[in-house]
């Protein structure tokens, strides 16, 4: 079983002090740090560009996972990778043609992510699964953040470990969206194995101990699958 690995938002944190938020956050033990570009075109907000990832970059050591919610995505793929990323994902209803994006990524010497929003099938992603190396599934429709947790999320996560599982296939399952003290034991429990926490984290009076109890029910939620 693979420890559970929290990758905080930098969406939310305070970017006149980026530095001082995301070493709070490293200090509770978070493993990555997530990074949610927008483009004010596939979604309906406007966040920051390869500067930000580059200041995020330069601030910690740690994973940098980008996340592009972005409209012609290899237009921008080297640019990120020049920032500093170790990961980017792309989503699949972004990109017409998705194998392409994946192997443009991966050609830089990086990983490579397919994201996907909660009113898209599942079943759209089984051809691109043996090329990635971790899958986003949205919990929110993404734009903004802060928003609440979509229930049905819950059953989505344990399908695609259903799909992980009868393919044979080896990727990541990260959850974007809502998550918080609350909800993120069950939704370890389902199967995840990264959590994005944006305002759960960045708004807590105290981001060390917020990253330290979310992780702790994370890992707690590994010990019960369902």
Request: a negative charge; proline letters at 4%; aromatic letters at 6%.
């Amino acid at each position: 079983m693979t420890a559970p690995i929290l990758a905080p938002s930098i969406l939310a944190a305070n970017y006149t002090h980026l530095k001082k938020d995301i070493e709070e956050s490293i200090k509770g033990g978070a493993q990555w740090i997530h990074c949610d570009v927008m483009d004010g075109h596939f979604v309906p907000n406007i966040s920051f560009g390869p500067l930000i990832v580059k200041a995020a970059n330069e601030s910690t050591d740690a994973f940098l996972d980008v996340h592009l919610m972005i409209y012609n995505p290899d237009d921008y793929i080297e640019k990120f990778v020049d920032a500093g990323a170790d990961l980017i994902s792309v989503h699949i209803e972004a990109t017409q043609h998705l194998h392409r994006s994946i192997e443009l990524i991966k050609s830089h010497g990086i990983k490579a992510g397919v994201a996907v929003n909660p009113a898209t099938s599942l079943q759209n992603l089984e051809p691109i699964l043996p090329y990635v190396d971790l899958v986003i599934l949205m919990s929110v429709n993404p734009g903004f953040g802060g928003q609440t947790f979509i229930e049905q999320s819950y059953e989505r996560i344990k399908d695609l470990v259903t799909i992980r599982q009868k393919d044979g296939i080896d990727f990541l399952i990260e959850v974007d969206g809502g998550i918080n003290l609350e909800n993120i034991e069950h939704i370890s429990r389902c199967g995840t194995d990264v959590f994005v926490a944006g305002s759960s984290v960045f708004k807590a009076n105290d981001i060390e101990s917020r990253v330290k109890e979310l992780i702790k029910r994370a890992s707690h939620g590994k010990q019960l699958l369902v």
